[in-house]
């Protein structure tokens, strides 16, 4: 690399040389692809049978690890250059809930009703029960609505489980920034702890298992406080790769990966690769992939009976994914965020929310 210290700090305490300085749009298009790719795997076999160490679903593991090491680093960012907490819950919003909504009507009110082994009626008046309003907002179970029922897994989109989590963790970057916490040396490491004791005492839980993804998130952000003193070298980073090499597909793999992917992946992050820089220049697509391949998946998996071979599914799946994440860009996500230059005041009024008392505004500067 160029630099060892890719993230050194700015006076706007922003990521130096901006949006097209690093490669962190490629790195989050890899991971969204990478991570069609593993569900189009389970959901065609249906997880039934597929081991605890998989190294495809370990890849796609890799990629969600990926995500959330990229979002912690670049939320602490966030928060460090935003001037106040109401600016960035907006800017949080608008980046997460715009994409989120026109999915969630995409998958209800198209997908549903095509894919539904209901009647229009049945589908509809189940859909707005109370046990269709439960499940909806997980996606997880489809059959309250008659969803991919014959499918060897009857999710209708799970990818969304990591939704509510990272905004939580938005929440704790926040809150860690208006304590005065952010930045004492011992709050995020203490998190981590806590994270994971947690981690451990439910390993064997699949679904509490999953709370070690939010230690990710954590030691993103804590590289990103701590950019100035951690050193990203080659030497380093190889050392860890043949680290993940070794340990895979054995039970080690998962503290390995803990060890290995937040580093490996601000490194690759900040290689100067002309190319990989500007990826993002067309428009940030990650999003969307990420938010709409799996039910698509499942339709393709309901309409061909399943009798796509895993590179077609892989394929098809991919194409339309993309054709909707460019249309939810372009449409929605982009225009969205224009609207995140609205200062506190205009935030104020368009929310309708008093403005603050002249002490609490000297505070926060002040704890700034």
Same mark, same amino acid.
């Given at each position: ?19 097209? &300085? ?11 692809? #990478? ?15 597929? +081991?605890?160490?998989?190294?495809? #679903?370990?890849?796609?593991?890799? *990629? ?6 990229? &979002?912690?680093?670049?939320?602490? *960012? ?5 001037? &106040? ?29 095509? #894919? ?11 859909? /707005? ?11 997880? !179970?489809?059959?309250?609505? +008659? ?10 989109? +799970?990818?969304? %489980? ?11 970057v926040a ?23 947690? %981690?451990?005492?439910?390993?064997? !839980?699949?679904? #509490? ?7 990710? /998130?954590?030691?993103g952000a ?10 990203? =070298? ?25 060890? *290995? ?22 428009? !940030? /697509? ?34 339309a994914t ?12 982009? =225009? @969205?965020?224009?609207?995140? &230059?609205? +200062? ?13 008392? *002249? ?6 500067? @002040?704890?700034?």
């Amino acid at each position: 690399m160029k630099t060892e210290h890719p993230g050194a700090v700015t006076e706007a305490g922003s990521i130096p040389g901006g949006r097209f &300085s690093n490669n962190f749009d490629f790195l989050r298009f890899a991971a969204a692809a #990478m991570i069609v790719v593993a569900h189009a795997y389970a959901l065609r076999l249906g997880y039934v049978g597929i +081991g605890l160490y998989d190294p495809v #679903m370990l890849i796609g593991q890799a *990629a969600l690890a990926a995500l959330l090491v990229t &979002s912690g680093y670049l939320i602490t *960012a966030s928060w460090e250059s935003t001037a &106040s907490p109401l600016r960035f819950a907006w800017k949080r919003s608008l980046r997460v809930i715009p994409a989120l909504v026109l999915v969630i009507l995409v998958t209800l009110f198209v997908i549903g009703p095509l #894919m539904t082994s209901l009647s229009p009626g049945e589908y509809f008046a189940a859909l /707005f029960s109370p046990a269709g309003l439960a499940t909806a907002p997980f996606f997880e !179970d489809g059959s309250a609505i +008659g969803l991919f029922q014959g499918n060897p897994w009857t999710y209708v989109n +799970g990818s969304l %489980w990591t939704i509510p989590v990272e905004v939580m963790m938005y929440g704790v970057v926040a809150a860690l920034g208006i304590a005065g916490l952010l930045h004492r040396w011992g709050a995020i490491p203490a998190l981590a702890v806590v994270n994971t004791l947690v %981690w451990i005492y439910w390993f064997d !839980d699949p679904r #509490m298992a999953k709370v070690r993804f939010t230690l990710y /998130f954590l030691i993103g952000a804590y590289l990103y406080l701590h950019r100035e003193r951690i050193a990203y =070298r080659p030497v380093i980073a190889g050392a860890l790769l043949l680290l993940l090499g070794l340990t895979t597909p054995t039970p080690y793999v998962t503290v390995a990966g803990v060890i *290995a992917i937040p580093y490996l992946t601000i490194y690759a992050a900040h290689l100067p690769v002309p190319f990989l820089n500007t990826f993002g220049r067309p428009g !940030d /697509f990650s999003y969307g992939i990420y938010i709409y391949h799996y039910p698509v998946q499942q339709a393709l998996i309901q309409v061909t009976g399943n009798a796509l071979l895993l590179p077609a599914l892989c394929g098809l799946s991919f194409s339309a994914t993309f054709a909707l994440a460019f249309l939810s860009w372009h449409v929605v996500e982009r =225009r @969205a965020l224009a609207a995140k &230059s609205l +200062g506190s005041a205009d935030l104020r009024r368009v929310l309708g929310l008093p403005s603050l008392p *002249a002490p609490l505004t000297a505070w926060w500067v @002040a704890r700034k």
